[in-house]
């Protein structure tokens, strides 16, 4: 990923706006990413990938049983089993996406993050 690496190399650097600017980079190819066509893609390059080194295919799920303990409180739910290793892998896919965007606005949006970019401006 070649954004997280400008990030990187923008984060050393002496200006405040370099680093901004990297990070909303960043921000803009995860965004980018987050699409059901690149997801589709990178698990198909995945596939054959493990194809290629002729690794075994992922065990299916096994379904667990939660404790007898827990079977009759407020919370008891069954566990949930993804119907394809797809399902279970777009989940995590999409997920680790949103935790990246998350991340990076969380620490790039600060309110006075803008009041340092101007007066460093000036």
Same mark, same amino acid.
Do not use: P
């Given at each position: 990923?070649? +954004?997280?690496?400008? =990030?990187? $190399? +923008? =984060? !050393?650097?002496? @200006? =405040? +706006?370099? $680093?901004? /600017?990297? /990070?909303?980079?960043?921000?803009q190819t995860l965004s980018s990413l987050q699409t059901e066509e690149k997801f589709s893609a990178m698990y198909a390059q995945a596939q054959q990938a493990t194809e290629q080194i002729n690794l075994d295919k992922p065990a299916p799920d096994i379904k667990r049983n939660p404790p *007898?303990?827990?079977? #009759?409180? /407020?919370? /008891? &739910? &069954?566990? #949930? $089993?993804?119907? @394809?290793? !797809?399902?279970? $892998?777009?989940? *995590?896919?999409? &997920?680790? *996406?949103?935790? =990246?965007?998350?991340?990076? &606005? @969380?620490r790039f949006s600060h309110p006075r993050l803008e009041t340092l970019l101007t007066a460093g401006s000036t």
């Open positions: 990923m070649r +954004s997280c690496e400008e =990030l990187a $190399v +923008s =984060l !050393q650097s002496m @200006t =405040l +706006s370099a $680093v901004v /600017a990297g /990070a909303n980079i960043l921000r *007898l303990r827990y079977e #009759h409180t /407020a919370n /008891a &739910e &069954e566990s #949930h $089993v993804f119907a @394809t290793h !797809q399902d279970k $892998v777009r989940k *995590l896919y999409f &997920e680790a *996406l949103d935790i =990246l965007d998350s991340a990076a &606005e @969380t």
